[in-house]
């Protein structure tokens, strides 16, 4: 057994031995020899170093406010929306810009069935439901050389025009079973092929919010119920490429200027009492458009109508219908004072008045 001053010295040496093992194995692990790697901070340099040299300096730009969409995975596109407001007048626009040529209606007479085969050749589809109202289009054109093309409604024409779209216009009933005049007309001007085709409306609806719908649904033109001999032939007119003779035209209207035998029976059939009625118009109302010019261009519209509505009953005395028509007409246009649309119905006043005296003159 150990005495107490060997325990000691025992102790103490195992104490030696063990500091001096701890130390040797703590230098032997944190010792690299072989080892080419920067200390902590040098790391931190050469990474920002290299960063800077990689990555260049990014400027704080401001976020786009249009949308972004994608077109397929992986791929996207700055796209602008269109408003739907836009895009409705884009629509507007491209159905509205398919105009069809259209040519000024010179001043004529009273019109008769005979006026017609000016347009022989021509062929026209009626989309109309009236069986009535399809037997006056068909007597009123007998023997004008134009063909008519009946449908009984606006699925009727569409099926029409698949298998000929050789026609001048189409006269739509707006109002029609299965598929209306409106829904026919859109149908008609989406589609390309049938852009050389005029829609012209017939209804008995005027008022301005109708006569726009029609407009809205592709419809050019609007032909009045009960229609008008005159204003069908006006639509075919202005809307035919050919040019009707001038001499033929102007001995048309000279033959309809005044209606001799009206007058003469207006007069009690007393052709002597009728020929001092004329010669008394030509001293009251030969410079009559001089006075109408002046009481329009001075906007004294009052005075206008009323001397409008004096010529009116003079001229249907006389049997002189187309210039009383061309009166009444004008005598309503008075009332569109923003587009003063009456200056154009003034012109053709002078002109029938001028033809008018000459015809009165070689009468008397």
Not at 34 to 57: D, L, T
Not at 110 to 118: A, H, L, P, V, Y
Not at 154 to 166: F, H, K, P, R, Y
Not at 312 to 322: F, K, M, S, T
Request: net charge negative.
């Amino acid at each position: 057994m150990f005495n107490d001053s060997q325990q000691v010295i025992i102790a103490s040496v195992a104490i030696v031995l063990f500091i001096l093992v701890f130390f040797i194995f703590k230098r032997s692990s944190t010792s690299q020899p072989y080892s080419n790697k920067p200390e902590k901070n040098e790391i931190s340099e050469v990474a920002a170093q290299e960063q800077a040299e990689v990555v260049p300096e990014l400027k704080e730009e401001p976020l786009s406010e249009v949308p972004v969409y994608g077109t397929e995975e992986g791929a996207f596109v700055v796209t602008t929306p269109i408003c739907e407001d836009k895009l409705e007048e884009v629509t507007s626009r491209r159905n509205s810009d398919k105009t069809i040529p259209k040519r000024s209606v010179p001043p004529h007479g009273k019109i008769t069935k005979q006026n017609f085969s000016e347009f022989e050749g021509e062929r026209i589809l009626v989309a109309e439901d009236n069986l009535i109202n399809q037997k006056v289009l068909l007597g009123l054109l007998a023997g004008s050389g134009i063909e008519l093309v009946l449908a009984n409604d606006g699925q009727e024409a569409l099926d029409i025009l698949e298998n000929d779209s050789n026609f001048l216009m189409i006269l739509m009933d707006a109002h029609m079973p299965r598929v209306d005049g409106f829904e026919a007309t859109r149908i008609i001007r989406e589609n390309p092929k049938y852009d050389h085709i005029l829609v012209v409306a017939l209804s008995g609806d005027t008022a301005s919010d109708d006569i726009q719908k029609m407009k809205n649904a592709g419809m050019s033109e609007q032909l009045e119920k009960p229609l008008r001999m005159e204003s069908l032939y006006n639509i075919i007119y202005a809307y035919t490429g050919k040019e009707t003779p001038k001499h033929e035209f102007v001995d048309s209207v000279m033959r309809n200027n005044l209606d001799v035998d009206k007058g003469v029976q207006t007069c009690g059939s007393d052709e002597e009492f009728y020929r001092e009625i004329l010669s008394e118009f030509i001293t009251d109302y030969a410079d009559s458009s001089d006075k109408l010019g002046m009481l329009l261009r001075s906007h004294n519209l009052q005075d206008a109508d009323a001397y409008l509505l004096d010529i009116i009953g003079v001229a249907e005395n006389i049997g002189a219908h187309p210039l009383g028509e061309i009166a009444s007409n004008l005598k309503l246009a008075l009332s569109d004072t923003h587009e003063q649309s009456y200056f154009i119905l003034f012109d053709h006043y002078k002109v029938q008045l001028n033809r008018l005296m000459e015809e009165i003159r070689e009468y008397l």
